[in-house]
């Protein structure tokens, strides 16, 4: 069974920064792309940043280019996304994701909600 948990959520200023993590238990951690998502409340869930299995490529939603840092650790099993410079705008509940390659497998955390507010 592949559990996706996410951890680091809180109540930040703005102009602040937040370090949130993900890890994946199961099957081998490499055969997940690894993907960051976020749904303010009102508002549709939208992609934020990505990562290949093998770590080697990232994207970022524009929103989000400059300030947000996803990194992954294959041996850790774990993937994080460092926020710098938050804004009000980026407060949402933040999921993490994976998808299993070659299958349409897909496996969501339950999600850590991240406030930026003065």
């Known amino acids: 069974q592949v559990q996706v948990v996410e951890s680091g959520g809180g109540l930040v200023q703005p102009g602040g920064s937040l370090r949130l993590s993900c890890t994946v238990s199961?099957?081998?951690?490499?055969?997940?792309?690894m993907k960051w998502f976020r749904q303010a409340p009102g508002k549709e869930r939208e992609f934020v940043a990505g990562?290949?299995?093998?770590?080697?490529?990232?994207s970022y939603a524009d929103s989000v280019k400059g300030r947000f840092t996803m990194t992954r650790d294959n041996v850790r099993r774990t993937v994080a996304l460092q926020m710098n410079s938050l804004k009000v705008e980026d407060t949402a509940v933040y999921y993490c994701?994976?998808?299993?390659?070659?299958?349409?497998?897909?496996?969501w955390g339950q999600g850590t909600q991240v406030t930026v507010s003065s």
């Open positions: 994701k994976a998808e299993e390659i070659s299958t349409a497998n897909r496996y």
């Open positions: 199961g099957p081998r951690f490499t055969w997940y792309v």
């Open positions: 990562v290949t299995s093998d770590g080697g490529r990232k």
